[in-house]
T-cell receptor, first 113, second 111 residues
């Protein structure tokens, strides 16, 4: 959805560098998520936040950290990037409730050399 | 923890053939959602099923939720080249309040 934007869209970096991926949304949703996608592994949840003061680890949070700067902004950091963090990263938002449909951003393709 | 598996991981069909992907959860789900990701794109919500045994249709797509609410399927009748992409199921279940995505099925359609 154009309502969820991610920057950068592509990034190539070297092992050991600090990287920040940013996500912004205009949907007014409280819930935001960071996923990574790897072939054959589907979408795996890294971190999620149900409101500005709430941060939770997902299934693969090691090596990552997040910051929820505002309702509309949720950033993902790799403090010291390593090659196995090469992946496609998606930010998503949801309204919550029984359906909790996820609205995804366009993704960031990260390559760590 | 809760796991959601999909089979097959990859399917290649001739245009006009049918296609089915299956989703299996290790725990009972409160609901199941299906998403489609076109090549180079991002996942987009297709549908949600909530009731045990529920069946929903969207044109050539038929979605089913199992009686035990631990499995689901997506069937596409007479595939078209526009159906190419990766199909993900996702469900909430157990003690978690999070949506857990399946491993996805990549569908290729040969004209």
């Amino acid at each position: 959805d154009a309502d969820v934007t991610q920057t950068p869209r592509n990034r190539i970096t070297k092992t050991g560098k600090r990287i920040m991926l940013e996500c912004s949304q205009t949907k007014g949703h409280d819930r935001m998520y960071w996923y990574r996608q790897d072939p054959g592994l589907g979408l795996r949840l890294i971190y999620y936040s149900f409101d500005v003061k709430d941060i939770n680890k997902g299934e693969i949070s090691d090596g990552y950290s997040v910051s929820r700067q505002a309702q509309a902004k949720f950033s993902l950091s790799l403090e010291s990037a390593i090659p196995n963090q090469t992946a496609l990263y998606f930010c998503a938002t949801s309204l919550g409730g029984r359906t909790d449909t996820q609205y995804f951003g366009p993704g960031t393709r990260l390559t760590v050399l | 923890g809760q796991q959601v598996m999909q089979i097959p991981q990859y399917q290649h069909v001739q245009e006009g053939e049918d296609f089915t992907t299956y989703c299996n959860s290790s725990t009972t789900l409160s609901n199941i959602q299906w998403y489609k990701q076109r090549p180079g794109g991002h996942p987009v919500f297709l549908i949600q099923l909530v009731k045990s045994g529920e069946v929903k249709k969207q044109k050539r797509l038929t979605f089913q939720f199992g009686e035990a609410k631990k499995n689901s399927s997506l069937h596409i009748t007479a595939t078209q080249t526009t159906d190419v992409g990766t199909y993900f199921c996702a469900g909430k279940g157990g003690a978690t309040n999070k949506l857990i995505f399946g491993t996805g099925t990549l569908l290729a359609v040969q004209p």
